[in-house]
């Protein structure tokens, strides 16, 4: 793993290396063969000025590389989303208010990362552009998770600190769990979602890829513009629980013994671990069977594109958008107050536990060729999609909190530990996974 940003700004800080000599380091990386297909705009001379600016030290980001999915706007460029059907777009008059935000913390922005087109799928796959390789797999071309996947390679492979992505369903925990670097869904209200391109605008989620808790509390703060509050008391201080419904099936192999590991250590450590069936999960198929959220608002936002430029899209991600057509008004009313009262009784349920306890996602990364385009493919395409977003998912129905942390053993492919807890209760989430990462470290 490459240095986080906390580890980087102290050397900056005390004087052992510069932002600029950091800043061609990641240039490096983003042109070099790991990085192939994961920047579809480079913005190295932009960076490299950035970088150079003296004002910039004194900010919390020094000048340092960070990634922008291609969801995003950027004043003076096209957001395309990964899709041929917006390259003529008219370009953005402003930045949204998240990189915005970035920048006035003192971003250098390195480019604009590949991307699921208009962000609907986990698996990672662009066909229009080309699909970013799993930064740590070196048996074989795996698949890099999605929709972020140019923001999670990016940090992964050292081109980027942060990698500003969004989460609708596990867009950001996925690829981080399977490229094994921490992905942080805040609560969705906390960061504005203005100027990023919607999937759901019920579900959608603005947040970022890092290589360390730390660094995603940090980026956090920046983008919610808000203080997380900070808590040292030992997991031994805390009541886990471990979802026990639909989220342990079927995990393979180097997930069920990372997983298994992975309680052991938190127990022997002192953590307070029960098991929690949190059955209403069950209930999610039968709440989302007309299509779900996803469906009914892409497609509201698609109709006319779809109607203009079908053939440009991805077959896979159009299919997915077009379920939307077949929901009725009262479909999507009966979804809204299904998911309401589904929220009290998970909530319920949780009562008195400070977070939750899950694999990120059942499976390690599968090999790009099970899921490379042809439809005799899209059998096994659809149910990995299916498989990787299927914990995951769980939080952005809750309006809830999440964050993936690696957990895999040395030499193992990447495994991702998922904490998390319903709305706002961003900063417990942030404190455990920052006492689990240290230990699992330790280890």
Sequence with gaps: MFPDLHSTLRKLRGGQTLAETEMERAIEIAQSACCQYVFLKPMFDEARSVARIPENRKKPLAGLAVSIKDLFDVAGQTTA???????????????????????????????????????????????????????CATDLPRIPGGSSSGAAVS????????????????????????????????TARLVPTAGALPLSSTLDTVCALTRSVPDAILAHELLSRRQVTRNSAPLSAYRLGVASTQMLDGLDATVAGAWQRTLDTLRKAGARIDELALSEINELQQIQASGGFSAAESYAWHRHLLAQKAESYDPRVAARIQRG??????????????????????????????????????????????????LERDARFFQINTLLLRNTSVINMLDGCAISIPCQAVGELPVGLMVWAGAMHDDPVLNIAFQIEQLLEQQ
């Excluded at 349920?349 to 060729?369: H, K, N």
């Design 81 to 135: 989303a990964g899709s041929m059907a917006l390259q003529d777009a008219a370009v953005a008059t402003q930045d949204s208010p998240a990189v915005a935000r970035l920048r006035q913390a003192g971003a250098a922005f390195i480019g604009r990362t590949n991307m699921v087109e208009f962000a609907f799928s986990g698996v990672g796959v662009n066909p229009h552009f080309g699909t970013p390789a799993n930064a």
């Design 155 to 186: 940090v992964a492979t050292g081109a980027a600190f942060i990698g500003l992505g969004s989460d609708t369903g596990g867009s950001i925990r996925i690829p981080a769990a399977l490229n094994g670097i921490v992905g942080f869904k805040n």
């Design 325 to 374: 057509a077949l929901m009725s008004a009262c479909d999507y009313i009966e979804l809204i107050n299904a998911r309401r009262n589904w929220i009290e009784k998970m909530e319920a349920a949780m009562q008195g536990f400070d977070a939750i306890l899950s694999p990120t996602v059942p499976l390690v990364a599968p090999p790009l060729a099970e899921v490379a385009p042809g």
